[in-house]
C-alpha cells in the first residue's frame, strides 16, 4: 500500500475517535452499573476495540506511528456521566448515538477523501463502519425499552 500523509493523518484521527468511543463505553457500563454485566455496552464497547487494533495495526504498516489519544469523543465521555449520574439512561444512551452518528460521519467523510489509499477504504466499507450503523440501531432500541 502506498500511503500518502493524508491517509497517515485520516487513519490516526479515526483511531483518536476509536479509541475515545472505548473510553466512552467503558464509562457507560461503569455508570449504568446495577451489579449485573452489560453484555449488550460490552460487545459494542468490545467492537470499538477491534476498530482501535485495526487502525493501530494500519498506521504500522503505513510506517506511522499510531495515534495513543483520545479524540472527539472525549466530550462524550464528560457529557455521559454527567447525563447518567443526573438523568439516566435514556438521556445516556442518547449522547452514545450522538457519538457511533460522529464516528460514521468521520468514516464517511474518509470515504470521500480523494487521497485515502483504495486500500484502506475498502478496510473501512468492509471492517471498520459496518458496526457503527448497528450500534446506533441497538442503542435506540435500548432507548425505547429503557422509556
Not at 13 to 40: H, K, M, P, W
Not at 128 to 136: D, F, I, R
Request: with cysteine; net charge negative; hydrophobic share 35%.
Amino acid at each position: 500500500m502506498i500511503a500518502t500523509d493524508p491517509t497517515i493523518d485520516i487513519c490516526n484521527e479515526l483511531l483518536r475517535g476509536e479509541v475515545s468511543a472505548v473510553e466512552t463505553y467503558t464509562q457507560a457500563i461503569e455508570a449504568f452499573d446495577d451489579n449485573r454485566v452489560d453484555l449488550e455496552l460490552e460487545r459494542i464497547r468490545g467492537n470499538h476495540q477491534q476498530n482501535v487494533y485495526e487502525l493501530q495495526k494500519l498506521a504500522a504498516e503505513l510506517g506511522a506511528e499510531p495515534s495513543t489519544g483520545s479524540g472527539v469523543w472525549g466530550g462524550f465521555v464528560q457529557a455521559l456521566e454527567g447525563a447518567a449520574t443526573l438523568f439516566g439512561e435514556s438521556p445516556a444512551l442518547r449522547i452514545l448515538q450522538a457519538g457511533e452518528s460522529h464516528g460514521i460521519s468521520q468514516y464517511e467523510n474518509a470515504l470521500a477523501n480523494e487521497d485515502v489509499t483504495p486500500e484502506f477504504k475498502t478496510l473501512i466499507r468492509k471492517t471498520l463502519l459496518p458496526h457503527l450503523s448497528t450500534h446506533l440501531i441497538e442503542l435506540q432500541q435500548r432507548r425505547d425499552r429503557v422509556n
